[in-house]
Structure formats: C-alpha cells, structure tokens
C-alpha cells in the first residue's frame, strides 16, 4: 500500500521509519508516485487488529515529530490515479 508522506515541515522520513521499525512494522521509501511517499509492505497475515497497530504506530510517529497535519502536498491529491483515495493517516 502507498501512502503519500505528510506537507508538514515537522514530517522527517527516517525518524518516522525509525518509529515505525521500533514496533515491528517496516516501511519502505516510495518510488511510484512524483511526490514522497511509503509503502507499508503486507507480508504474512494481516488483519483488522495489525492494520490498527500500524495506524497507530503512524500516528504516535507523527505525534513524536509534532507534525500537527498529516495531508499530503497538493501534487499528490493532483495524481489522477488517487483522486478518489484518501490514503493520509
């Protein structure tokens, strides 16, 4: 799954992998999209409790880093393949 990285100027790429290492879940840099992005890989059995663990993972990430708004730059709402996504957390 891609995620687009948060505009907030707080939102740091390598302390939010950090976090998100830390807790057992591992993301990866993302290269199909024009803007920054991630992708949170589903390998193994995932369901609703581990998918909740990583949204929280996410914010708690975000939280340590104050980041205040997790929308992503315009230019990735602009791409015509998510235009119906909402993939910010």
């Given at each position: 799954m891609t995620c687009f990285?948060?505009?907030?100027p707080n939102f740091?790429?390598?302390q939010f992998y950090d976090v998100m290492k830390d807790q057992g879940f591992i993301?990866?840099?993302g290269k199909l999209t024009n803007v920054e992005s991630f992708r949170i890989g589903c390998i193994g059995r995932m369901d609703?409790?581990?998918?909740?663990?990583?949204?929280?993972?996410?914010?708690?990430a975000q939280d340590?880093?104050?980041v205040t708004s997790a929308a992503p730059r315009s230019e990735a709402?602009?791409?015509?393949?998510?235009?119906s996504l909402d993939l910010t957390i």
């Open positions: 990285c948060p505009a907030d740091n790429f390598g993301i990866y840099p609703a409790t581990v998918m909740r663990a990583v949204v929280a993972t996410a914010k708690q340590q880093m104050q709402v602009a791409d015509a393949w998510c235009r």
